[in-house]
């Protein structure tokens, strides 16, 4: 490798944790932050360059801490402006800025693991109690080694294909991709706004 990664960033952790449950709830913090800590040391160690990580299934129906009933069925019956769900976003946000955080610690070459690297984090619908996909919610982190503009809110206008995303950033790491997607979501240009 021309630049290979920083190991001394690679540490293994003083001890093994175990997520439990919480009065028969999963301890959901715990396991995004077990889940963080591991795939950034397996970044930074180099173990793997391409992760998916699920904070939890679609349609999941996980119990949180504080919930009255499981997440998806809140997203369908939470009367109101839903606070219960509302909470459970935020709490989940929280956990992304976790991972994030972690990546941002971890120094390599000029920058950090974060800045040459690329999160694409999103959920399975914009608005649960209908599966809406309009305004469909899309966070990228990182720079991509420097291909990717950061520090910044984009909406789109025009009602841009999401699949534009995907596609920039196959490109940002290198793929001489053409087009991603098929039928409605197919794009043969990527989303110009995020490339640096």
């Not at 093994?16 to 040391?41: F, H, S, W």
């Not at 950033?169 to 991603?180: I, K, N």
Request: hydrophobic content about 40%; proline content about 5%; aromatic content about 4%.
């Amino acid at each position: 490798e021309e630049d290979p990664p920083n190991y001394e960033a690679c540490v293994r952790p003083d001890a093994v944790l175990t997520p439990g449950d919480i009065d028969g709830r999963p301890d959901m913090e715990t396991r995004a932050k077990l889940t963080a800590d591991m795939l950034t040391m397996a970044l930074a160690c180099d173990l793997t360059r391409v992760a998916s990580l699920w904070h939890s299934d679609p349609l999941s129906d996980v119990l949180w801490l504080g919930a009255t009933a499981g997440h998806h069925q809140l997203t369908h019956d939470e009367i109101g402006d839903q606070p219960q769900v509302n909470q459970i976003v935020i709490e989940t946000i929280d956990h992304l800025a976790y991972l994030l955080a972690a990546m941002k610690a971890i120094p390599e070459g000029d920058g950090t693991l974060l800045d040459n690297s690329i999160v694409l984090a999103t959920s399975d619908c914009s608005y649960g109690r209908t599966h809406q996909i309009d305004e469909y919610p899309i966070i990228v982190a990182g720079r991509g080694g420097g291909a990717l503009k950061t520090g910044f809110h984009l909406r789109s206008e025009t009602r841009a294909s999401a699949t534009e995303v995907p596609l920039t950033l196959m490109r940002a790491m290198g793929m001489t991709t053409a087009s991603f997607g098929s039928g409605a979501t197919f794009a043969e240009q990527g989303l110009g706004d995020i490339e640096a």
